[in-house]
């Protein structure tokens, strides 16, 4: 199981599958209808699906350009894999019991459900953070700004998970003094910029995978990596200035 081209398959088809389980919850809420927004409405497994599900995928092959041992590697993204399944999968139970999944105490269920994604949340912060450090410990593989796009690309994604737990923390801090309805609604200024950085994981390797098959050369091809860099952290740098803003 630790073979790191089953790792790889495993990590592909599981990412696959929670893509389609969130497509799927697209369609449920055409049908059913209902808010978008709000802690309780079929949005959650809809861009959970779909954030997770091409994130680990995003993290499998990303994390074939870095220098680490491969028993390791395979062994860090199974682990990544379980714990995706287990966020996703316990956000979808609680949509369809029609209750919040997460910051939700009413219950001994629901508090064992949300301690239980907050427990996996942790869990995605330290794999996540071993894999961006492992990509600055040594220089990553692969064409021409690749190197870059993978750094930086762990870098943003930093950012996402520092505003995930901030937004669990605030809303822990409201929930146990008793303001509910506040910790519900007070994860909003931060989910532009969580949304926001999570995917330069994806979008900057992306970008530098696409332009080795270009005729350009690599120093050009190094520059407009670059320039990507530069416009995702402006658009993450705008969307913290939103966040900073609306914070209430």
């Not at 088809?13 to 409405?41: Q, R």
């Not at 994130?55 to 041992?69: E, M, Q």
């Not at 690749?146 to 801090?173: E, K």
Request: aromatic letters at 8%; charged letters at 15%; one cysteine or more.
């Amino acid at each position: 199981m630790t073979d790191p081209r089953t790792a790889d398959r495993l990590c592909r088809a599981t990412g696959l599958l929670l893509v389609l389980s969130g497509l799927v919850h697209l369609v449920v809420f055409a049908v059913d209808g209902g808010p978008w927004d709000g802690p309780v409405s079929w949005r959650k497994p809809v861009t959970f699906g779909l954030s997770f599900g091409l994130t680990l995928i995003a993290v499998a092959w990303v994390t074939s350009y870095l220098r680490v041992g491969a028993r390791l590697r395979s062994v860090l993204l199974l682990v990544f894999a379980a714990d995706c399944v287990v966020e996703v999968a316990g956000i979808t139970l609680q949509a369809w019991r029609r209750v919040p999944s997460h910051l939700n105490m009413e219950t001994p269920f629901d508090a064992m459900v949300s301690m239980t994604l907050a427990v996996g949340g942790g869990v995605l912060v330290v794999l996540l953070t071993v894999f961006a450090v492992a990509s600055f410990r040594r220089r990553p593989t692969g064409p021409a700004g690749m190197p870059l796009a993978v750094r930086s690309g762990f870098t943003i994604l930093l950012v996402a998970l520092a505003s995930g737990a901030a937004m669990i923390a605030r809303g822990v801090v409201l929930t146990r003094t008793g303001h509910q309805e506040a910790a519900y609604h007070s994860t909003a200024p931060l989910k532009p910029l969580h949304g926001v950085s999570l995917h330069a994981v994806l979008v900057l390797p992306a970008l530098a995978r696409l332009l080795s098959r270009s005729p350009w050369n690599e120093r050009t091809r190094l520059r407009i990596v670059a320039a990507g860099v530069g416009c995702y952290a402006a658009a993450v740098a705008v969307a913290g200035l939103w966040a900073v803003l609306t914070y209430r």
